[in-house]
């Protein structure tokens, strides 16, 4: 049995701690933790006060379970988004965007928004503006309805429950029952969509960029104004994205 009195000891059982909850799809109470990483209760309730205090771990919204805190989740954006690896995702992007004819993105979970992690820009003078490090809404982006939909179904009515729901244009879902609903076929598709939800006169779709555990670790989108790619046109190229998204999740293991 290892020294868990050493530094590195500890370190370890740091770090299984914050493995086992950035791989779980719902928060963790104490007890899964116990299960997932073999150590003692003492031990994980001093694991997790410390994280909690560091901000590495948070309380979820029933206070009960710990889920990622900001600045884990800041890691795992800056592990996403190394240089090292962006450039084979860029190059990715540049082929998907120049075979569809319109914007693709990369984007993330952060908090209550996704964010723009990388971006090519379709050829045409008339395009919308969004570049990396920008956040949009969860409620009302192909992107974000997808991340939603992931989620399981109690957390997602809960989280869904807490958003306020504003309306950005035309066809945003406001009410949260709808947006249930909406989530509910967007999860058995695996496909988001943005009929000018977001921004009006713009149409979107997001594929899931998944890990080897099948949780999906980003989305991949194209979106254009819908006189040039109306929902209808922008659904035709969902397995070129899919097949766009297969090789971003080769660069994210």
Request: neutral net charge; glycine residues 6%.
């Amino acid at each position: 049995m290892p020294d868990e009195t050493s530094a590195g000891s500890r370190s370890i059982r740091v770090l299984d701690v914050l493995n086992a909850v950035g791989a779980a799809e719902i928060a963790m109470s104490a007890t899964d933790i116990e299960t997932a990483t073999g150590l003692p209760k003492a031990t994980v309730h001093r694991l997790c006060n410390l994280l909690l205090d560091e901000g590495y771990l948070q309380r979820d919204l029933t206070g009960r379970g710990y889920e990622p805190g900001a600045r884990f989740t800041r890691i795992a954006m800056q592990t996403v988004a190394n240089p090292g690896q962006r450039g084979e995702r860029h190059a990715i992007l540049e082929r998907v965007a120049r075979d569809i004819g319109e914007t693709c993105n990369i984007t993330v979970p952060s908090a209550t928004t996704m964010l723009y992690l990388d971006r090519v820009e379709s050829a045409w003078p008339l395009r919308i503006q969004l570049p990396p490090g920008s956040n949009v809404p969860l409620h009302c982006t192909a992107s974000g309805k997808l991340f939603l939909a992931t989620l399981p179904k109690a957390r997602r009515e809960r989280f869904i429950r807490s958003l306020t729901l504003d309306r950005h244009a035309p066809n945003t879902i406001t009410d949260p029952t709808a947006l249930m609903a909406a989530l509910a076929d967007i999860a058995r598709n695996e496909l988001g969509t943005d009929d000018e939800e977001f921004i009006p006169g713009l149409a979107a779709i997001a594929v899931p960029v998944k890990g080897p555990n099948g949780r999906m670790l980003a989305t991949l989108a194209t979106h254009g104004p819908v006189m040039r790619m109306p929902l209808s046109a922008a659904l035709k190229h969902t397995q070129r994205l899919r097949d766009a998204a297969d090789e971003l999740a080769r660069t994210l293991i």
